[in-house]
């Protein structure tokens, strides 16, 4: 039975950071995924990470302040948010899957595990 399981959400000031975690449990996938969906928008991939090669892919408007990492040991995704922005406010969610070949890292399709979301509210 596979389960993600994210925390580490909350309230910051605009600038502020916050760190995200993700302990999966069931399984251990080689790519992983936060997205994010606020109110009345699409959910769309923030960034991605390939735990076999190391590659990570950012959504543009994150490239440069937040960083996705996966503890290998642990099982766990991390997702460090620096210099966050009111436009960053949402429910943040983890996904996990078995990719091979030529795959979409920010794309939904790409993942089939979800976690519930932890919310992340920066003002």
């Known amino acids: 039975h596979v389960q993600l399981v994210e925390s580490g959400g909350g309230s910051v000031q605009a600038g502020g950071s916050l760190k995200l975690s993700c302990a999966a449990s069931?399984?251990?996938?080689?790519?992983y995924s936060w997205f994010r969906q606020a109110p009345g928008k699409e959910r769309e991939g923030v960034a991605a990470?390939?735990?076999?090669?190391?590659?990570?892919y950012y959504l543009n408007s994150v490239e440069g302040r937040f960083t996705i990492s996966h503890d290998n040991a642990k099982n766990t995704l991390y997702l460090q948010m620096n210099s966050l922005k009111p436009e960053d406010t949402a429910m943040y969610i983890c996904a996990a899957g078995q990719n091979a070949g030529p795959w979409n890292p920010l794309q939904r399709s790409s993942y089939l595990n979800w976690g519930q979301g932890t919310q992340v509210t920066v003002s």
């Open positions: 069931g399984y251990t996938f080689n790519t």
């Open positions: 990470i390939d735990t076999g090669d190391g590659s990570t």
